[in-house]
């Protein structure tokens, strides 16, 4: 969910046309950003290249070359290739600064930069160098901010900052408060919401990326999963693989399983675009969620071309899920074996695998199928799965509070949330004190329910249990996600 988050943030920003012959968006810079944003890099590189040698005095082609390592250093996770490109930083924000101070978008590009290389430290763990990185940043559009008020593009970098620090749980607050940043989720959205109206009058080069930042913020911290898949239902997907993501990502987050499958399998390819390994992982889990045994390659086919560090355990854990699914037990310990012994733990999910595999316990399978066709958005299927059960035919407390979690996630999306109340309150009784999410996940989605029945003094107190909640799975996602809950309905009668 953050990773998801963080890219679209990102990947899109660039300036708005400029009269200044030192920030010159001409039609062959836009050109230039368009190739790299459809991860056409090559092409991109070639028109920049004949700028630079045609026009010597523009420096816009320097910044929109950044996204180009911006994007191959987040999307690959190569931390040689991370070594390899990120002097060009230091070289770009030199030539940058040579540029006419009067313009907006002097200080602008350079905090952009900045931002960019702060977000690729983040997946390399050079946290301290990205944090100071990104203070850099907010300083920059802040004093922009002031010195041209009217300057919309500077208002897009900042709504989205100020949305991530406000998603920010409180026991993280102390590094911003350090950095000297402050903001809300429903600031950033105001801010962003606010250049989108200005958008459908006027001619806008950040339209689409301003209606992306928007779309994700609602889906992850806002809870508007139908605006977030109206804003993104439209891309087109048959040449811009960023755009596939985005789609596909929606689409799955959203219960249209089939259809994110289409988008992925359908997505461009060649040798002029970039290798987006992470696509074909979407495809595996895409597939795993119609219990689709063929899933498996696409995890494999990952996991041989990923150099990065992420998601790996992630494959292997879906890998093992289907062996056991299948009926193969000893493929699932075999799954569960590497599980332990490559990639990282450095996100939810990896983690999640993790302690999945260091506890040595088999998950059932009738509530794994249920787990899956719910995340594909099969909730009729999903049902089928429990139905004649009660948490009484299961045998430990462990399966007896996830089917209590199961029933609920499928009567809270089926409609029914009087049902989905009675067995997230059975789940938040008989697992609190379990190490597993069900009862974190429970009081997030009680909160849920009871926010948009306005009853928000419910959803404050069961945000704030699921925030205090000490559960060892998928910790950080829910905190995130509760925090966000509590941003929303502070203040609220």
């Not at 700028?51 to 250093?73: A, G, Q, W």
């Not at 891309?235 to 985005?246: H, Q, Y």
């Amino acid at each position: 969910m953050k990773n998801y988050i963080i890219i679209f943030f990102v990947a899109f920003c660039f300036p708005a046309i400029s009269c200044a012959q030192q920030y010159d968006f001409n039609k062959r810079c836009i050109d230039a950003y368009t190739y790299i944003q459809e991860l056409r890099f090559e092409k991109g590189r070639q028109l920049l290249e004949l700028e630079k040698k045609e026009n010597p005095k523009n420096l816009i082609p320097y910044y929109v070359e950044n996204y180009i390592d911006f994007l191959t250093t987040y999307i690959n996770e190569n931390e040689a290739e991370f070594d390899k490109l990120e002097p060009n930083k230091t070289i770009r924000l030199d030539k940058l600064k040579t540029g006419d101070q009067q313009s907006p978008y002097y200080l602008y590009c350079q905090a952009e930069l900045l931002i960019q290389w702060s977000f690729s430290k983040l997946k390399f763990e050079e946290y301290l160098s990205a944090f100071t990185d990104v203070r850099k940043a907010y300083l920059l559009l802040e004093e922009n901010e002031k010195k041209f008020p009217d300057f919309m593009a500077n208002k897009k970098s900042l709504g989205m900052l100020h949305a991530i620090v406000g998603a920010i749980p409180d026991q993280y607050k102390w590094g911003v408060n350090m950095l000297g940043m402050d903001g809300s989720i429903d600031q950033g959205l105001k801010e962003l919401k606010s250049i989108i109206e200005y958008s459908k009058t006027n001619t806008f080069i950040f339209k689409q990326e301003v209606y992306l930042y928007y779309a994700f913020i609602e889906l992850y911290l806002g809870r508007d999963a139908t605006t977030a898949w109206n804003i993104v239902k439209d891309l087109d997907t048959k040449t811009n693989l960023i755009n596939v993501f985005c789609k596909a990502s929606v689409a799955m987050r959203t219960g249209r399983n089939d259809l994110a499958l289409q988008v992925l399998t359908s997505r461009p390819t060649g040798s002029e675009y970039m290798q987006y390994h992470y696509l074909e992982f979407m495809t595996g889990l895409a597939k795993v969620r119609k219990l689709d045994a063929g899933s498996s390659a696409h995890f494999e086919k990952f996991i041989t071309s990923y150099k990065g560090k992420n998601y790996i355990k992630e494959a292997y854990q879906k890998m093992a899920w289907m062996a056991l699914i299948n009926g193969n037990k000893e493929k699932y310990w075999e799954y569960m074996y590497y599980i332990k012994s490559r990639g990282d733990d450095l996100i939810d999910d990896d983690k999640q695998a993790l302690y999945e595999a260091e506890s040595k316990k088999m998950p059932n399978v009738t509530l794994l199928k249920s787990r899956l066709l719910f995340d594909g958005g099969y909730y009729k299927d999903a049902l089928k799965q429990l139905e004649g059960k009660s948490a009484e035919s299961f045998s430990n407390d462990k399966d007896k509070t996830e089917f209590t979690y199961r029933a609920g996630r499928i009567y809270d999306m089926a409609g029914m949330p009087d049902k989905a109340k009675g067995f997230y309150l059975a789940t938040i009784k008989f697992g609190s004190d379990l190490p597993y999410y069900y009862a974190a996940g429970s009081a997030f989605y009680l909160a849920n329910i009871y926010e948009t029945e306005k009853d928000y003094a419910s959803a404050t107190k069961y945000y704030q249990m699921c925030l205090d909640m000490d559960n060892k799975e998928y910790q950080t996602s829910l905190d995130g996600l509760a925090k966000a809950g509590l941003n929303r309905v502070k203040g609220k009668k």
